[in-house]
């Protein structure tokens, strides 16, 4: 049973930080790239970051490039993001996916929001 369990999310103030991670199970996490999304209200999902299966290679959104930083620990089958100076508008649900050659997998999300 293929399971991708986020957590980390809450409640921050403008400027904070968070990190949030991403348990997987039920497949094999080092054969496959990671990317987390995110939807805010009334919004499209957006590709925020991504990283590759042997973390060597890494992606991100335009708008949270030099604050968000994935990483990966294909020995505890966990992806991460962490999230700094953060800001109003990155207020949303966020998705841990898994993309393989065949398949992807998500998560249920969690909520991260930036409010004073």
């Known amino acids: 049973q293929v399971q991708l369990v986020e957590s980390g999310g809450g409640l921050v103030q403008p400027g904070g930080s968070l990190r949030l991670s991403c348990a997987a199970s039920?497949?094999?996490?080092?054969?496959?790239?990671m990317r987390w999304y995110r939807q805010a209200p009334g919004k499209e999902r957006e590709l925020v970051a991504g990283?590759?299966?042997?973390?060597?290679?890494?992606n991100y959104a335009d708008s949270v490039k030099g604050r968000f930083t994935i990483s990966r620990d294909n020995a505890k089958n966990t992806v991460y993001l962490q999230m700094n100076s953060l800001k109003l508008e990155d207020t949303a649900v966020y998705f841990c996916?898994?993309?393989?050659?065949?398949?992807?997998?998500w998560g249920q999300g969690t909520q991260v929001t930036v409010s004073s």
């Open positions: 996916t898994a993309w393989g050659v065949n398949y992807v997998y």
């Open positions: 039920g497949f094999t996490f080092r054969s496959y790239a």
């Open positions: 990283i590759s299966s042997g973390s060597n290679s890494t």
